[in-house]
């Protein structure tokens, strides 16, 4: 069954430090999705990124990155010069679209990791 | 557009009563789906539609029931809720499937006394 990790519960930094929020994942498809999410105090959900398992290839999206290795089956996000807004919480979430199990057509969050940014 | 709109925004039962949690989105989306967030656990799928007339379970669909008579719409009804569904409840769509950005509701927070 797939799974997703998310193994720091709560990180703490001070502004305009960089900061990783690392992303594990398992999965026996060879076609799937991965997403990363940000629910800010608020509650809204906010879609930040998708990737297909195909696409190995980082992407940079202003002061986010994503480091994507299916070597490592890690997906993790980078923040550069981290910002009070960025004070949230971070969900990866993983689709296995081929559904070859026969699984439930839907998302597997991860835990989340709280990030927290102080000024 | 509104996107997803999810009724009620609050709501406090108590055990043995029965709602229905309403979703409707307006973005003609075939895929459908609910999930549960607690504190600690991330979000879990409930259930899910792939398009009118078809629903399936997710990982967690006891208690639940849910059916989708219309594109637009897809509710979720607890027929006899419980503490253990205390619970924030999140409604989303895509253009088809679990592999496409899904667009979120602003959730219903649920407590069951």
């Known amino acids: 069954a797939q799974k997703v990790t998310q193994a720091q519960t709560e990180i703490s930094v001070v502004e305009k430090e960089d900061v990783t929020l690392d992303c594990v994942y398992e999965t026996r498809d060879t076609t799937y999705y991965l997403f990363w999410y940000k629910q800010p105090p608020s509650g809204e959900l906010v879609f930040l990124i998708r990737r297909n398992s195909f696409d190995e290839q980082n992407e940079i999206s202003g002061r986010y990155s994503w480091n994507f290795q299916k070597s490592t089956s890690s997906f993790n996000f980078t923040i550069t010069a981290s910002q009070v807004v960025d004070s949230a919480v971070y969900f990866c979430?993983?689709?296995?679209?081929?559904?070859?199990?026969?699984?439930?057509?839907?998302?597997?969050f991860g835990k989340g990791t709280h990030l927290i940014i102080q000024p | 557009n509104a996107g997803v709109t999810q009724t009620p925004k609050f709501q406090v039962l108590k055990t043995g009563q029965s709602m229905t949690l309403q979703c409707a989105q307006d973005m003609n989306h075939e895929y459908m789906s609910w999930y549960r967030q607690d504190p600690g656990m991330g979000l879990r799928l409930i259930h899910y539609s792939v398009g009118a007339g078809i629903t399936d379970q997710g990982e967690v669909p006891n208690g639940y029931n849910v059916s989708r008579s219309t594109t637009e719409d897809f509710p979720l009804r607890l027929l006899s809720a419980a503490p253990s569904q205390t619970s924030v409840y999140f409604c989303?769509?895509?253009?088809?499937?679990?592999?496409?950005?899904?667009?979120f509701g602003p959730g219903t927070r649920l407590t069951v006394l």
């Open positions: 989303a769509s895509s253009q088809t499937g679990s592999r496409n950005e899904q667009f």
């Open positions: 979430a993983l689709s296995e679209a081929g559904n070859s199990g026969g699984g439930a057509d839907g998302l597997t």
